[in-house]
């Protein structure tokens, strides 16, 4: 986990995962790295909001997987799932839900599926696009924690890929190009 700059109640706070994404972000407002996954990503935020001043919103930029042909561009997603934790075995289990789905922003965009497998498995990918329209790794675990702190979470995801057998190397290829174009989604939409 990094945090570059000062977090402050009148400004939002950045939450990527990896410097690759972030890679052309201007100083004017902070950023948080906190490391791939769902864990980093929600201990990483959690530690950070307890420490300090929480920020106006915060704002989950990052890269996602295509779960359907054709989807390209970014894009504020309006609910975001958890798709590796087994909610129906808990519920029969516990008779509690987790892992429930979150609705973000005005509810209107791409469903987000969020979990801890770099989704490059064709197969994986065909029963995950029966729920979502795109896949990350940490989004869930923000908006849980935004959500949990009071905060107004934002998801903004760029298709680096379509999720399937060669999204390891296409990341790879596009994260550069993908860094730069959240750096003028950030310019254009948060003043």
């Not at 407002?29 to 106006?56: C, D, F, H």
């Not at 979990?115 to 940490?138: Q, T």
Request: proline content about 5%.
């Amino acid at each position: 986990m990094r945090l570059i700059g000062t977090i402050s109640p009148d400004r939002p706070l950045l939450v990527l995962a990896v410097r690759e994404e972030a890679a052309h972000l201007d100083d004017r407002l902070p950023v948080l790295l906190t490391g791939i996954g769902k864990i980093n990503a929600a201990a990483g935020l959690a530690t950070v909001l307890a420490s300090g001043p929480k920020p106006s919103e915060i704002v989950n930029l990052g890269t996602a997987g295509a779960l359907k042909s054709g989807w390209e561009g970014t894009h504020q997603v309006a609910r975001v799932l958890q798709h590796d934790i087994d909610t129906p075995v808990l519920k029969a289990l516990t008779g509690r839900v987790y892992g429930a789905p979150i609705t973000v922003g005005d509810g209107e965009g791409p469903v987000l599926a969020t979990g801890d497998l770099f989704v490059s498995d064709p197969g994986a990918r065909d029963r995950l696009a029966l729920a979502a329209d795109l896949v990350d790794m940490e989004g869930y675990a923000v908006a849980t924690v935004a959500e949990r702190a009071g905060v107004p979470v934002r998801l903004v995801k760029h298709v680096s890929d379509e999720a399937g057998a060669d999204a390891d190397r296409t990341w790879r290829e596009s994260v550069d190009g993908c860094a730069k174009t959240l750096a003028v989604w950030v310019a254009d939409h948060l003043h």
